[in-house]
């Protein structure tokens, strides 16, 4: 536009006129330019096509991700374990005597399971011994129980004296990544249970000996942190969990208003009994909600709030041997899958429940999992491309290429489309800032023809069409960089119901020009 006016001021210089000149130029320019095909309508990654062409919608979502959570780690734990000498008088111990030697057992919690052995993949032992005896002591601190690549965890050191007033005090952290832990205590026959031994002599190089004031002591103070599981076994005991959340369908965001009924949906819930437990799995919910309207529809049909019984996993040698499986189909046959989908929601929500050893602890304590393999229900939907549809509507925007600032009288925006797909469609065009506030609203509608069809039913030439869009003086001002047309295409199949097949290729063109006039003035 700017270089159009700087030829005409560069023409005018050579002119032998002396009085002041001024006319209306006629501007035409292509001002935006569109392409809407499914890749609008739908992510690419969830596009596929059938044997023959024809598109696919199909996406998957991993439902209760959650579940048994609660066994993939141990709570935060503390424990306190206190040693004293046992010796109601005061008395002096030689260098180099063992006078305290004691092995015992400390509870770890596993929350409501009865855990017998576990692999840690992370986490932290931390310590912190506290002497009040009045002399120089060598101490080693085992977890017979706990290994790290066959090493017994230990804390070693040399506590300087102390006392009742002004104790010896050290403290640290051993990092238990890796490590394994025997949690059936001294006994070998319990659960949750971490065995400990202190082994206690006074130090052979400090000469003055230990002096021993009744009943001194030697305190250990233990907190398991962030402990994360690898693996776990014992009984996990029997109970429910439940989850409820969401999913962004994100894949029907671009279908704003209007009717989609596809011939055909198939939705499948697939899961795995990864678990060494039996288990009874519930989907009791599913429902698709559109947020833009407020309005919500459950499915209704086979699997819905039924109850999968699921016979537990094998581990063989460290290989999880799945011995039980769901995989259920719910399509239009068995269920509301077309009223659900034809919703046009843009949220999923679901409930699931598990019920956890339903027959009690028929495995005597060896109920095992792996947290990288928990359970992990998955629903695919699968969405051929062959539908009817009655105001079908699809909104996209289109950024301004030309500046047709200064540009001072009127004009038309004329649009024309390339229909490539077989049905028709009409157009609303409106134009925003870029904080998104409308400027204009053309308020026209004008049919776009469908395009030609062969006798298989695919398109074999596309339709060509043109609509116009007046403009006034205070409206061209708007035709500016940073603002942007939104464009909504409205299809319909036609009202004899049949469904339309959309194949790879398809698409609709729009191009946006301006046919304006502009006064130019030279003195």
């Known amino acids: 536009m700017r270089q159009l006016l700087g030829v005409?001021?560069?023409?005018?210089?050579?002119?032998?006129?002396k009085e002041p000149t001024s006319w209306d130029v006629d501007l035409y320019a292509p001002i935006a330019f569109g392409r809407l095909d499914m890749s609008d309508l739908v992510a690419d990654s969830i596009l596929t096509y059938g044997d023959d062409g024809l598109l696919i919608i199909a996406a998957e979502f991993h439902l209760s991700g959650n579940l048994l959570d609660t066994l993939s780690s141990i709570p935060d734990t503390s424990v306190l374990k206190s040693f004293n000498t046992g010796v109601p008088i005061s008395i002096n111990v030689p260098p180099g005597i063992d006078f305290i030697t004691q092995t015992s057992d400390s509870k770890i919690s596993g929350g409501d399971a009865?855990?017998?052995?576990?692999?840690?993949?992370?986490?932290?032992?931390?310590?912190?011994?506290?002497?009040?005896?009045?002399?120089?002591?060598?101490?080693?601190?085992?977890l017979p129980g706990a290994t790290i690549n066959g090493e017994v965890l230990s804390i070693n050191g040399v506590a300087s004296p102390g006392n009742s007033l002004n104790p010896f005090l050290v403290s640290g952290s051993l990092d238990l990544s890796g490590s394994e832990i025997d949690l059936t205590g001294a006994s070998g026959l319990s659960f949750n249970r971490l065995t400990s031994s202190l082994n206690i002599n006074t130090t052979e190089s400090y000469s003055a000996g230990t002096q021993l004031l009744g009943y001194d002591s030697l305190n250990i103070d233990l907190s398991f942190e962030g402990i994360e599981l690898e693996y776990a076994r014992g009984y996990f005991g029997e109970y429910d969990l439940s989850e409820s959340s969401s999913e962004d369908l994100s894949f029907m965001s671009n279908l704003i208003a209007g009717s989609f009924a596809p011939e055909a949906i198939a939705l499948n819930l697939r899961m795995e009994n990864t678990i060494g437990v039996?288990?009874?799995?519930?989907?009791?919910?599913?429902?698709?909600?559109?947020?833009?309207?407020?309005?919500?529809?459950?499915?209704?049909?086979?699997?819905?709030?039924?109850?999968?019984?699921?016979?537990?996993?094998?581990?063989?040698?460290g290989t999880v041997v799945v011995n039980d499986e769901i995989d259920l189909l719910i399509d239009q046959n068995n269920s509301n899958i077309i009223d659900f989908i034809s919703l046009l929601p843009n949220e999923l929500i679901y409930n699931s429940s598990?019920?956890?050893?339903?027959?009690?602890?028929?495995?005597?304590?060896?109920?095992?999992?792996?947290?990288?393999?928990?359970?992990?229900?998955?629903?695919?939907?699968?969405?051929?491309m062959c539908f009817s549809a009655g105001g079908l509507t699809i909104r996209d925007t289109l950024a301004i290429e030309n500046d047709f600032e200064g540009v001072d009288i009127g004009g038309v925006i004329l649009v024309k489309t390339t229909n490539g797909f077989p049905?028709?469609?009409?157009?609303?065009?409106?134009?925003?800032?870029?904080?998104?506030?409308?400027?204009?609203?053309?308020?026209?509608?004008?049919?776009f023809t469908s395009a030609d069809v062969n006798s298989e039913g695919l398109v074999s030439i596309n339709a060509e069409s043109t609509s116009s869009f007046e403009l006034d003086e205070q409206q061209m001002a708007y035709i500016t960089s940073g603002n942007q047309f939104v464009i909504e295409f409205v299809f319909d199949t036609g009202n004899n119901g049949l469904p339309v097949k959309i194949y790879e290729g398809y698409y609709m063109d729009v191009s946006l020009s301006i046919d304006a006039k502009t006064t130019v003035e030279l003195e």
């Open 8 to 17: 005409l001021l560069l023409i005018s210089l050579f002119s032998c006129r």
């Open 423 to 447: 049905f028709s469609a009409s157009v609303n065009l409106s134009l925003i800032n870029q904080d998104g506030e409308q400027l204009i609203d053309f308020n026209n509608q004008e049919i």
């Open 354 to 384: 598990i019920h956890i050893n339903p027959l009690g602890d028929i495995s005597s304590g060896n109920d095992f999992l792996y947290t990288n393999q928990l359970l992990d229900p998955v629903l695919s939907i699968e969405i051929p």
């Open 278 to 317: 039996d288990m009874q799995f519930t989907l009791e919910s599913l429902t698709a909600r559109n947020s833009n309207y407020g309005t919500e529809l459950d499915l209704i049909g086979a699997g819905i709030n039924q109850n999968f019984n699921l016979t537990r996993a094998f581990d063989q040698f």
């Open 114 to 142: 009865q855990l017998k052995f576990v692999r840690v993949k992370a986490g932290t032992l931390n310590y912190e011994l506290r002497s009040y005896i009045n002399g120089e002591l060598d101490y080693s601190y085992f």
